[in-house]
């Protein structure tokens, strides 16, 4: 079945860039995500891409697809307090489900 | 973008009773939902898949019986929990899929599951 693996934990300075990473293992993937969670609060949409593509730029978030290695990465530049929070990568697989990496905490650090 | 509800936000019940979580979109019609529960500090779990009109598809180890899914209209799935016990204390989140689009799944805020 569909694997999405993501590192734990991420800390950065303020100011500094994020880079989160992610490997799946579905090669038939079709869309990739990446969603941020707050505490107790539901998933917001950051950004996505579709798999003919490999590189997507949305403001200060940069989305990386290198579909060799089957490995998606999030650039956050200028990262800020406000981004602290849980990430998660997810691939969409056949019948629209997504498969959810563990997800990466970022703490900023001021 | 699209818009999901959830209510309730947070919910705490005792032992035995049965709980429903409502789903919402507001703004588009939602061919599909699903559920998914994540316990602390966890990743997201999809439970259910809820198709309007008809039953629901459970994933591997989800008791059908004990997490009843009815999506009853394109604007509204329910989640009911039968016969609550504290190992169901979650956190509740559903997401809706427009039929319209193919792209993008909208979750709504999350419902909070105590059980004591």
């Known amino acids: 079945g569909e694997d999405v693996e993501q590192s734990l934990f991420l800390s950065v300075r303020e100011g500094d860039s994020s880079v989160i990473n992610c490997t799946y293992t579905d090669s038939s993937s079709t869309y990739l995500y990446w969603y941020k969670q707050e505490p107790g609060a539901g998933l917001q949409l950051l950004t996505y891409?579709?798999?003919?593509?490999d590189m997507k730029q949305d403001q200060r978030l940069t989305v990386l697809l290198n579909k060799k290695d089957k490995h998606l990465s999030l650039r956050i530049a200028d990262t800020q307090t406000g981004d602290s929070a849980i990430y998660f990568c997810?691939?969409?697989?056949?019948?629209?489900?997504?498969?959810f990496g563990g997800g990466t905490r970022l703490m900023v650090k001021p | 973008g699209a818009v999901v509800s959830q209510h309730p936000s947070r919910v705490i019940c005792k032992s035995g009773t049965s709980v429903k979580i409502e789903c919402r979109s507001l703004?588009?019609?939602?061919?599909?939902m699903f559920w998914y529960r994540q316990f602390p500090k966890q990743s997201l779990m999809l439970m259910a898949t809820?198709?309007?009109?008809?039953?629901?598809?459970?994933e591997q180890g989800v008791e059908k019986d004990k997490f009843l899914i009815n999506h009853a209209s394109l604007t509204l799935s329910t989640l009911t929990v039968t016969s609550a016990h504290p190992e169901d204390s979650s956190f509740y989140i559903c997401?809706?899929?427009?039929?319209?689009?193919?792209?993008?799944?909208?979750f709504g805020p999350g419902t909070r599951l105590t059980v004591l």
């Open positions: 997810a691939e969409k697989s056949a019948g629209n489900m997504l498969t």
């Open positions: 809820s198709n309007e009109g008809s039953k629901a598809t459970y």
């Open positions: 997401s809706a899929f427009s039929g319209r689009r193919t792209d993008t799944q909208y």
């Open positions: 891409i579709f798999s003919n593509m």
């Open positions: 703004d588009f019609q939602a061919t599909t």
